[in-house]
């Protein structure tokens, strides 16, 4: 069955440390692959996107991720985390073939002052 | 831009009410999705529709139906809201099968 495992529900991080945020998903065909963000109210803003090509990806905010096939993964990584980082992180994959995106059960970050 | 709109952030129903959530896309997509999320078990999707007057049943869509009569709008109802329905609900819509979603800002509903 197609699924995505985001396994760190929380991650704590001091602002201006480095973050990565791990997504690791089992998919049959080629994946499209997604990271999203929310905060505290909202609704989900895309981050990254992977379609093909490149394996590394830079999104929006400063954030990269990338794909490893042989790994099953797409992690999430930003160099520097600022206070405004603060929020709930979404992977996703699909929906390649069907119309269902299956989203992880996310990663809530903090940053420390 | 694409812009994803739900027509109220927060709701307060009393059980047994018909609860309608509205949500409108402004970019000509194909399709739209609704999903619930809870703390803990991420976006759970109820229902999707492909087309006009289409959908299909999500992972968790008993208690709940669609309605798609324009393209741009797609709707839940709530027949009969239930405490175990209190939720943040979210809308979202794509352009086609192999494309991103956006969402909309979520609604958040209360059954009392």
């Known amino acids: 069955a197609q699924s995505v495992t985001q396994p760190d529900i929380h991650i704590t991080v001091s602002e201006g440390a480095s973050l990565e945020l791990r997504c690791n998903y089992s998919?049959?065909?080629?994946?499209?692959l997604f990271w999203y963000v929310q905060s505290p109210g909202q609704g989900l803003q895309l981050l990254l996107k992977y379609f093909s090509g490149d394996t590394l990806v830079q999104g929006i905010k400063g954030f990269e991720a990338e794909f490893k096939r042989s790994q099953s993964s797409f992690n999430l990584r930003k160099p520097s985390v600022h206070w405004s980082d603060a929020a709930e992180y979404f992977c996703a994959v699909g929906p390649s073939g069907t119309y269902k995106y299956i989203f992880g059960t996310g990663t809530r970050l903090k940053v420390l002052a | 831009d694409v812009k994803v709109t739900q027509s109220s952030r927060y709701l307060v129903k009393r059980t047994g009410e018909k609860v309608l959530l509205e949500c409108v896309q402004d970019m000509d997509h194909e399709n739209m999705f609704w999903y619930r999320q809870d703390p803990g078990l991420g976006l759970r999707l109820i229902y999707f529709?492909?087309?006009?007057?289409?959908?299909e049943k999500g992972d968790i869509p008993e208690g709940y139906s669609v309605s798609r009569e324009k393209k741009e709008r797609f709707s839940l109802i709530l027949e009969s809201a239930s405490t175990n329905q209190t939720s943040m609900y979210l809308c979202?819509?794509?352009?086609?099968?192999?494309?991103?979603?956006?969402f909309g800002q979520g609604t958040r509903l209360t059954v009392v």
């Open positions: 998919y049959g065909a080629t994946p499209y």
């Open positions: 529709s492909y087309d006009v007057k289409m959908k």
């Open positions: 979202a819509s794509s352009q086609t099968v192999n494309t991103e979603a956006f």
